[in-house]
């Protein structure tokens, strides 16, 4: 963001909502970008001033929006079939669609999609000998060079059933030239031109409501996820921006033990910079289409990323990218053996580890270990065979669950990692592994000074890197820079993100002084004035769910005092306001509130149960996750004159 950008962030009020939890009488099973329009309305009758929505792009199968199979082609659920002028002969089928899916708290994403797909396909058939021959369609077409990829992968998909394409038998690896060639072909042009189609529509009718939102005076926020799904066209026909040997992720902390494996393939910035950062540039030039804000997911993917090998189940044994590696040769000067060094970073197995998961055993379990491992001599103590890559060869062997599992504990019970021949990078938990605890003290901290001597010299290339390819970024399109910069981050990061002016993420919840005694809340209006303040998002529950659930209530009354009425037993509307207006005292430029918390403001829309008004659950995987839908119609939020009174309320205490 360029300083004259920087100056035209002021104090706003805003609301995020996905696409997909907005409800009027014209949507169809779920929210649609048209929906957008009434929504406009209910947000400038309330004084709201932005609309922060989640990633839009398709998905395929996945309900997950950060999941995308495409960077640029949105996602077909949300579009309105009415408004197609091709559907006008399909009114009664797809009025049956509608009703199918209407009446739900929450809608049923796969069937949903399958069904409007379906729907889709039949009024593009009926069409599609004048379709492809369209002089608008082919002229879209032609100024939107992704869709050819796209529509060719999506064929493929279909003709392998959505099979990831890493199980395709034909067109595995295809070449630019293979893909123009495929889509050239005359046998599979209606079946191209489909998606194409599809896509098109898709932008005709998002434009149509950004335009609306953007000429009633609001911002249209987006959301940017920093990684492609692994099975996307992007990777798929563009693997030279991805490293496919490893994996992102997060390391280990309190919450998650073992770390996060998201199965990602991480960026190969090497060859991004050679080409300009072309690929991210035009991202970002597409989604400057429809927004005038964004989110950058995971800013600090940008800095560094957790490299987590391909085929790790877990993220234990990850490490950071850029690395700085330390080397035999160092490890040998600090008066270690090459004995001692393969102790440090080869898990070493006692056999009565796995005697005592294996009925106790002893000539069983010899037999066992043999399969993946070696022993040591006439010790017992085995080390696993250089067959054995990662936790994934452990698991698919043949032995008993519980051995498997004992062996996997070991498999990252290690000090340091060899990341390749001859070089090292230590384990996140190193010091909760066996070898460290055998080491002198003097020994360890030899270790840790080696550690932090090559942690400095990280931390100055991931800030380097990270200026150059975040001035890059921002500095291509106009729309305002926000971004997730949660958990602990390195110095560098806020640096950076002030420099380039941008704004970080407040979430009260989790802003407090975690080193102080009782650690008590960061005052809101000590928040920077470059940021974005909330208390809730999509990831965890909503105010009203923390209040009751969390124990919430006693800590804030202690730090931000108390009103009449309010108390942490209890939560109403009364103690909704309370907590958004604390909020919005913050000094932050956006202060953006998720929609449930904002329905809080009135008991109308209280669910029985405040963990049913949640969008996701981190860590689980089910159908609950992503299909949230608010919990009256746009039309009927407008005329609830007591809520948009409530809400002005807080916008006001945000001025």
Same mark, same amino acid.
């Given at each position: 963001?360029?300083?004259?950008?920087?100056?035209?962030?002021?104090?706003?009020?805003?609301?995020?909502?996905?696409?997909?939890?907005?409800?009027?009488?014209?949507?169809?099973? =779920?929210?649609?970008?048209?929906? !957008?329009?009434?929504?406009?309305?209910?947000?400038?009758?309330?004084?709201?001033?932005?609309?922060?929505?989640?990633?839009?792009?398709?998905?395929?199968?996945?309900?997950?929006?950060?999941?995308?199979?495409?960077?640029?082609?949105?996602?077909?659920?949300?579009?309105?079939?009415?408004?197609?002028?091709?559907?006008?002969?399909?009114?009664?089928?797809?009025?049956?669609?509608?009703?199918?899916?209407?009446?739900?708290?929450?809608?049923?994403?796969?069937?949903?999609?399958?069904?409007?797909?379906?729907?889709?396909?039949?009024?593009?058939?009926?069409?599609?000998?004048? !379709?492809?021959?369209?002089? +608008?369609?082919?002229?879209?077409?032609?100024?939107?060079?992704?869709?050819?990829?796209?529509?060719?992968?999506?064929?493929?998909?279909?003709?392998?059933?959505?099979?990831?394409?890493?199980?395709?038998?034909?067109?595995?690896?295809?070449?630019?030239?293979?893909?123009?060639?495929?889509?050239?072909?005359?046998?599979?042009?209606?079946?191209?031109?489909?998606?194409?189609?599809?896509?098109?529509?898709?932008?005709?009718?998002?434009?149509?409501?950004?335009? +609306?939102?953007?000429?009633? $005076?609001?911002?249209?926020?987006?959301?940017?996820?920093?990684?492609?799904?692994?099975?996307?066209?992007?990777?798929?026909?563009?693997?030279?921006?991805?490293?496919?040997?490893?994996?992102?992720?997060?390391?280990?902390?309190?919450?998650?033990?073992?770390?996060?494996?998201?199965?990602?393939?991480?960026?190969?910035?090497?060859?991004?910079?050679?080409?300009?950062?072309?690929?991210?540039?035009?991202?970002?030039?597409?989604?400057?289409? #429809?927004?005038?804000? +964004?989110?950058?997911?995971?800013?600090?993917?940008?800095?560094?990323?957790?490299?987590?090998?391909? $085929?790790?189940?877990?993220?234990?044994?990850?490490?950071?990218?850029?690395?700085?590696?330390?080397?035999?040769?160092?490890?040998?000067?600090?008066?270690?053996?090459?004995?001692?060094?393969?102790?440090?970073?080869?898990?070493?197995?006692?056999?009565?580890?796995?005697?005592?998961?294996?009925?106790?055993?002893?000539?069983?379990?010899?037999?066992?270990?043999?399969?993946?491992?070696?022993?040591?001599?006439?010790?017992?103590?085995?080390?696993?065979?250089?067959?054995?890559?990662?936790?994934?060869?452990?698991?698919?062997?043949?032995?008993?669950?519980?051995?498997?599992?004992?062996?996997?504990?070991?498999?990252?019970?290690?000090?340091?990692?060899?990341?390749?021949?001859?070089?090292?990078?230590?384990?996140?938990? +190193?010091?909760?592994?066996?070898?460290?605890?055998?080491?002198?003290?003097?020994?360890?901290?030899?270790?840790?000074?080696?550690?932090?001597?090559?942690?400095?010299?990280?931390?100055?290339?991931?800030?380097?890197?990270?200026?150059?390819?975040?001035?890059?970024?921002?500095?291509?399109?106009?729309?305002?820079?926000?971004?997730?910069?949660?958990?602990?981050?390195?110095?560098?990061?806020?640096?950076?993100?002030?420099?380039?002016?941008?704004?970080?993420?407040?979430?009260?919840?989790?802003?407090?002084?975690?080193?102080?005694?009782?650690?008590?809340?960061?005052?809101?209006k000590d928040y920077p004035e470059l940021s974005v303040a909330c208390n809730s998002v999509h990831d965890s529950s909503t105010i009203r769910s923390w209040w009751l659930k969390e124990n919430a209530g006693k800590d804030f009354l202690r730090d931000f005092g108390t009103q009449q009425?309010?108390?942490?037993?209890?939560?109403?509307?009364?103690?909704?306001?309370?907590?958004?207006?604390?909020?919005?005292?913050?000094?932050?430029?956006?202060?953006?509130?998720?929609?449930?918390? !904002?329905?809080?403001?009135?008991?109308? #829309?209280?669910?029985?149960?405040?963990?049913?008004?949640?969008?996701?659950?981190?860590?689980?995987?089910?159908?609950?996750?992503?299909?949230?839908?608010?919990?009256?119609?746009?039309?009927?939020?407008?005329?609830?004159?007591?809520?948009?009174?409530?809400?002005?309320?807080?916008?006001?205490?945000? =001025?």
């Amino acid at each position: 963001m360029t300083k004259k950008q920087n100056n035209m962030v002021k104090r706003i009020t805003g609301t995020a909502v996905p696409i997909s939890a907005l409800k009027t009488s014209e949507s169809c099973g =779920c929210g649609e970008f048209l929906d !957008l329009i009434p929504f406009a309305d209910f947000c400038v009758s309330s004084g709201l001033k932005l609309i922060q929505l989640l990633p839009v792009n398709d998905t395929g199968t996945e309900s997950s929006p950060y999941s995308a199979l495409s960077a640029f082609a949105l996602q077909p659920i949300y579009i309105r079939l009415q408004a197609l002028p091709e559907a006008k002969k399909y009114e009664k089928e797809i009025s049956k669609l509608c009703e199918k899916h209407t009446g739900k708290n929450r809608f049923n994403y796969r069937e949903l999609r399958q069904d409007k797909l379906d729907l889709l396909v039949k009024i593009f058939a009926e069409n599609a000998d004048s !379709l492809i021959n369209d002089d +608008y369609l082919n002229k879209w077409i032609d100024s939107h060079e992704w869709i050819v990829p796209y529509a060719v992968f999506m064929q493929k998909k279909r003709e392998n059933f959505e099979a990831s394409w890493k199980s395709w038998e034909i067109n595995l690896l295809v070449s630019k030239q293979q893909i123009f060639d495929e889509w050239a072909n005359i046998s599979k042009k209606k079946n191209h031109y489909f998606w194409a189609w599809v896509q098109m529509h898709l932008d005709e009718q998002f434009s149509q409501a950004a335009k +609306y939102v953007r000429n009633e $005076g609001l911002l249209l926020k987006g959301d940017i996820p920093i990684m492609m799904n692994e099975d996307s066209v992007d990777v798929w026909a563009y693997p030279e921006y991805f490293n496919m040997a490893l994996r992102a992720g997060a390391p280990a902390d309190a919450f998650n033990p073992l770390g996060q494996n998201w199965g990602f393939p991480i960026y190969n910035w090497e060859k991004l910079k050679e080409d300009d950062y072309s690929w991210w540039k035009k991202r970002l030039s597409s989604a400057a289409s #429809y927004y005038d804000a +964004y989110r950058i997911d995971h800013v600090l993917g940008f800095f560094r990323i957790w490299a987590i090998p391909e $085929g790790e189940t877990t993220a234990s044994l990850g490490y950071t990218q850029p690395l700085v590696c330390f080397t035999n040769k160092e490890l040998t000067e600090l008066g270690f053996t090459a004995e001692r060094i393969r102790w440090l970073s080869k898990p070493h197995v006692p056999t009565h580890e796995i005697e005592s998961v294996n009925n106790y055993d002893y000539f069983g379990t010899h037999e066992l270990l043999h399969q993946i491992m070696d022993r040591i001599n006439d010790e017992e103590m085995w080390l696993f065979k250089a067959g054995i890559k990662t936790d994934n060869d452990i698991l698919k062997a043949d032995l008993p669950h519980p051995v498997k599992e004992k062996l996997c504990e070991h498999w990252r019970n290690r000090t340091i990692i060899e990341v390749s021949k001859g070089k090292f990078a230590p384990n996140w938990t +190193y010091k909760d592994s066996t070898s460290w605890k055998s080491l002198s003290y003097e020994e360890q901290q030899s270790l840790i000074s080696l550690f932090k001597e090559k942690q400095t010299k990280m931390e100055n290339l991931w800030e380097k890197q990270a200026k150059n390819i975040l001035g890059e970024l921002t500095s291509s399109v106009k729309m305002i820079p926000c971004a997730e910069d949660l958990g602990a981050n390195p110095e560098s990061v806020p640096r950076v993100m002030e420099l380039l002016g941008i704004l970080s993420l407040r979430v009260m919840r989790w802003s407090r002084s975690w080193e102080k005694e009782g650690e008590p809340y960061v005052n809101p209006k000590d928040y920077p004035e470059l940021s974005v303040a909330c208390n809730s998002v999509h990831d965890s529950s909503t105010i009203r769910s923390w209040w009751l659930k969390e124990n919430a209530g006693k800590d804030f009354l202690r730090d931000f005092g108390t009103q009449q009425g309010i108390s942490p037993e209890y939560f109403d509307e009364k103690t909704a306001a309370f907590i958004l207006k604390i909020i919005a005292s913050a000094k932050s430029a956006f202060c953006i509130h998720p929609i449930q918390d !904002l329905l809080h403001l009135s008991p109308s #829309y209280f669910d029985e149960n405040p963990e049913n008004e949640r969008i996701n659950v981190p860590g689980s995987v089910t159908d609950f996750n992503w299909t949230y839908r608010i919990p009256k119609t746009v039309a009927q939020l407008s005329n609830d004159k007591t809520l948009i009174n409530a809400i002005k309320e807080i916008v006001a205490a945000h =001025c």
